[in-house]
């Protein structure tokens, strides 16, 4: 509901967020790993060392790239060098200080250092044998997304080509599924790299909008803003989205449905990126043939073979309008994988096509009596207003432990302002 304290419980009681402290120790590992890793390297061609190094700064990259982005304001050409960042600490040994924030600006260019370094130590590696651990694709499609986000076209372009041209991976042919099929999962030759568990599963329950349930509904429920955004003969609407039990109105998005094997969500890198990333930065560019070409080998895999309509056919395809529709068909695919939020947030400060929208979350309850006599109602929403109206809100705040512990060093955000809900 974007309140001003998203770390209240209901009696306005603190609880500490474990995200930044998990965050700041996996770096504090690989900072001594990268330390201690020259020490132990057998010359230049050591495999192991350099798979071991190419891990190592992609994962430091991505946690930088995931604090940056939860804690501070989106990569601004005008202002990254002035936006509070997250502390940056890159070293091994312990510095006996308290730690301030970086810019923005700071903590990208160490993200971007961090993944040329990991592309690098993995181009001559092999594909390992299961996704569970990052690659030389891995690497150039995080290193594309990161230049998406500063606005670098033609490197983003670049390192997309060079995931492409890897030939490790191949995008997924939807009219081989069925419907109920796994659209995820480890062996798929989508799947770049992925770590963690299938968090939606647990978001999105079985029980949303139970018609016995005696209380409010459980669970989230996908939007049928999102719903309406897939086109006739898109096969992603039947294999990504399924109805809950009991229930003909509401949806549920179920991408990873199989019993075995291990994928995420939240954390989970497929090929289809690097040509949605080359799409964007072709579309910006001005290359806008290049960009539609881009696009529909995707989209070729998407549709009912034969029905696929032609970019042009939808509607005028052009300068801004073909951004959007490249952004659109990036929240098609993306959707609940952890993507869509740090991509509004980059849209609203984009420099040359800004994008930014009200978000409503509606509340229901449910009224008229027990069982079978009940039923749920929309009584009303918490809306976020676009970007510029409500900034304060697109960052979490940074933990109170850590203002206290850093003795007034780190600097908090800006203040979130209460937020009620609008009754219908």
Same mark, same amino acid.
């Given at each position: 509901?974007?309140?001003?304290?998203?770390?209240?419980?209901?009696?306005?009681?603190?609880?500490?967020?474990? *995200?930044? @402290?998990?965050?700041?120790?996996? &770096?504090?590992?690989?900072?001594? &790993?990268?330390?201690?890793?020259?020490?132990?390297?057998?010359? @230049?061609?050591?495999?192991?060392?350099?798979?071991?190094?190419?891990?190592?700064?992609?994962?430091? =990259?991505?946690?930088?790239?995931? %604090?940056?982005?939860?804690?501070?304001?989106?990569?601004?050409?005008?202002?990254?060098?002035?936006?509070?960042?997250?502390?940056?600490?890159?070293?091994?040994?312990?510095?006996?200080?308290?730690?301030?924030?970086? $810019?923005?600006?700071?903590?990208?260019?160490?993200?971007? $250092? *961090?993944?040329?370094?990991?592309?690098?130590?993995?181009?001559?590696?092999?594909?390992?044998?299961?996704?569970?651990?990052?690659?030389?694709?891995? =690497?150039?499609?995080?290193?594309?997304?990161?230049?998406?986000?500063? @606005?670098?076209? @033609?490197? =983003?372009?670049?390192?997309?080509?060079?995931?492409?041209?890897?030939?490790?991976?191949?995008? %997924?042919?939807?009219?081989?599924?069925?419907?109920?099929?796994?659209?995820?999962?480890?062996?798929?030759?989508?799947?770049?790299?992925?770590?963690?568990?299938? &968090?939606?599963?647990? &978001?999105?329950?079985?029980?949303?909008?139970?018609w016995n349930s005696s209380?409010?509904? $459980?669970?989230?429920?996908?939007?049928?803003? %999102?719903?309406?955004?897939?086109?006739?003969?898109?096969?992603?609407?039947?294999?990504?989205?399924?109805h809950p039990p009991f229930s003909t109105d509401a949806w549920r998005c179920l991408k990873f449905r199989e019993e075995s094997g291990r994928i995420g969500d939240y954390m989970l890198f497929r090929f289809p990126e690097a040509y949605l990333n080359k799409a964007e930065a072709q579309a910006i560019l001005g290359d806008e043939a290049g960009a539609k070409s881009t696009l529909n080998v995707l989209r070729e895999k998407r549709f009912l073979v034969g029905e696929m309509p032609a970019i042009e056919e939808e509607m005028a395809r052009s300068g801004e309008n073909l951004v959007n529709f490249i952004r659109s068909e990036r929240r098609r695919e993306f959707c609940y994988e952890g993507q869509r939020w740090f991509d509004l947030r980059r849209y609203a400060v984009n420099s040359k096509y800004p994008f930014s929208k009200p978000i409503r979350h509606e509340v229901r309850e449910r009224q008229g009596g027990e069982g079978a006599e009940g039923h749920y109602v929309t009584v009303g929403y918490y809306e976020l207003k676009p970007y510029a109206e409500d900034r304060a809100a697109y960052v979490l705040p940074l933990p109170s432990s850590e203002i206290i512990f850093n003795k007034g060093t780190l600097v908090q955000n800006e203040d979130r302002p209460a937020r009620k809900m609008v009754r219908y």
């Amino acid at each position: 509901r974007w309140q001003e304290n998203p770390f209240w419980n209901k009696e306005h009681v603190e609880y500490k967020p474990d *995200d930044w @402290e998990k965050a700041y120790k996996r &770096i504090a590992i690989l900072n001594s &790993i990268l330390s201690e890793l020259d020490n132990v390297r057998e010359g @230049e061609s050591d495999t192991l060392a350099n798979r071991v190094a190419g891990e190592a700064y992609f994962l430091r =990259a991505y946690n930088y790239y995931w %604090l940056v982005n939860v804690y501070a304001q989106p990569y601004a050409l005008s202002s990254a060098d002035k936006e509070l960042g997250v502390p940056l600490k890159i070293v091994g040994e312990v510095e006996d200080k308290h730690f301030s924030r970086a $810019s923005v600006q700071a903590v990208y260019t160490q993200i971007r $250092s *961090d993944l040329a370094n990991s592309v690098a130590a993995f181009r001559e590696i092999p594909k390992y044998s299961r996704p569970i651990r990052a690659d030389y694709t891995a =690497a150039c499609i995080l290193m594309s997304r990161v230049c998406l986000y500063m @606005e670098d076209y @033609e490197e =983003a372009v670049a390192y997309a080509d060079s995931a492409i041209l890897r030939e490790s991976h191949s995008i %997924l042919d939807l009219n081989s599924l069925e419907e109920g099929d796994s659209f995820t999962y480890e062996g798929s030759p989508e799947t770049v790299f992925t770590q963690g568990g299938y &968090i939606m599963a647990q &978001i999105h329950t079985s029980d949303a909008c139970w018609w016995n349930s005696s209380s409010t509904a $459980s669970s989230y429920k996908t939007s049928d803003d %999102l719903l309406n955004c897939y086109g006739e003969n898109d096969l992603r609407r039947k294999i990504f989205f399924t109805h809950p039990p009991f229930s003909t109105d509401a949806w549920r998005c179920l991408k990873f449905r199989e019993e075995s094997g291990r994928i995420g969500d939240y954390m989970l890198f497929r090929f289809p990126e690097a040509y949605l990333n080359k799409a964007e930065a072709q579309a910006i560019l001005g290359d806008e043939a290049g960009a539609k070409s881009t696009l529909n080998v995707l989209r070729e895999k998407r549709f009912l073979v034969g029905e696929m309509p032609a970019i042009e056919e939808e509607m005028a395809r052009s300068g801004e309008n073909l951004v959007n529709f490249i952004r659109s068909e990036r929240r098609r695919e993306f959707c609940y994988e952890g993507q869509r939020w740090f991509d509004l947030r980059r849209y609203a400060v984009n420099s040359k096509y800004p994008f930014s929208k009200p978000i409503r979350h509606e509340v229901r309850e449910r009224q008229g009596g027990e069982g079978a006599e009940g039923h749920y109602v929309t009584v009303g929403y918490y809306e976020l207003k676009p970007y510029a109206e409500d900034r304060a809100a697109y960052v979490l705040p940074l933990p109170s432990s850590e203002i206290i512990f850093n003795k007034g060093t780190l600097v908090q955000n800006e203040d979130r302002p209460a937020r009620k809900m609008v009754r219908y």
